[in-house]
């Protein structure tokens, strides 16, 4: 009989145990579902992940759910029910919709905006005397830094990229102009491009027909991005885990690395907030105390949600009622509304881990 080389074993054990290490740093994908784990497998307590429903459930009810390392460990409320997610379509899908363009080579960030759509911003006759429209860049539209007020139609009220202004038909502007790019309805474009390849079905979503805006641009179907959005929760994490693993799905780069990063960082020109980016909220400079840096969320009335946080591997949704009686406590901060939630996530990790170390100091 033929011994076999001890070299052969340890080659052998070399290769299983870089089959070990390659299996525990793979990303987890959900399929038609997302797989299930208890939260103690992936870092979290369970005691911990349940304040947090509790919490979110005290203040207006709705449904979430905790997506961690890919797998969900924590889910609340209805499975099936879709919610108005309403100013959060800005940062999901007006965002993304932006990025598929900018990937495309349709714009350029700091393009001109009338020069992709001329009619830009003129319901109002002062808001061309004022002479700023062709000032406006595409940038300027994703960041509300344009200088539109809140109205309807809005009004020019800031010279372009001078100040920051919340108004929801600056989204709705840049919703047109892509629609111009596109020569194709935004909802068309999205299911085929992002919804579909992500594992979104017709039962997660809807987008309903505009409210506000005019229901055709240069012939094409339009959408509005300040609100019109109905998903589950589950269809909202897969949104969330997109950004999460930086435009990519599956080995599939739905949107580019370097977009998302743009996109989720706060601009450099005054906004609304000092935590705006893209319609997202980024915690990049530390604005919320308690909550890594890395976190940025998009936000809707009624307090719907998704949060981003890579640092922790997390994606947290919270679906409101889509009124303010779903609103978290915070007031007015909406970057804080959010933190409240998110921190007992937080605190979740970091009770797993003070159980570890306990467990790892016993005799």
Known sequence: MELVPVRHFLIIGLLLSWLAVTQANAEVWPGKQWAVATPESQGLSSSGLDAAAEYA???GGGSGCVIRRGYLVKEWGSVTARADIKSATKGTIGATALGLAVDDGLVKLDDLAVEHYPALGTEKRENAERGWLGQITVRQLATMTAGFDNGRPPLLVYRPGTSGIYSNDTANMLAELLTIRF???LSTLMKRRV?????????????????????TVNGFKSREFASGITITHRGLARLGYLYLREGNWNGRQILS???IRTATQ???VPSPWPYYAFYWGSNARGSIPDMPNDCYWALG???SFVLVCRSLDIVLVRLGTGSTKSQLPGDDNWGERVAGLFRHVVRAVEAEKDSEASRDTQP
């Open 57 to 59: 459930m005290k203040h």
């Open 183 to 185: 020569h194709e309805d």
């Open 195 to 215: 919804l579909d390849p992500i594992g979104l079905s017709p039962d997660d979503w809807a987008w309903r027909e505009n409210g506000y805006r005019a229901k």
């Open 257 to 259: 690395k370097e977009y």
């Open 266 to 268: 706060p601009t450099d």
């Open 301 to 303: 009335l009624g307090d």
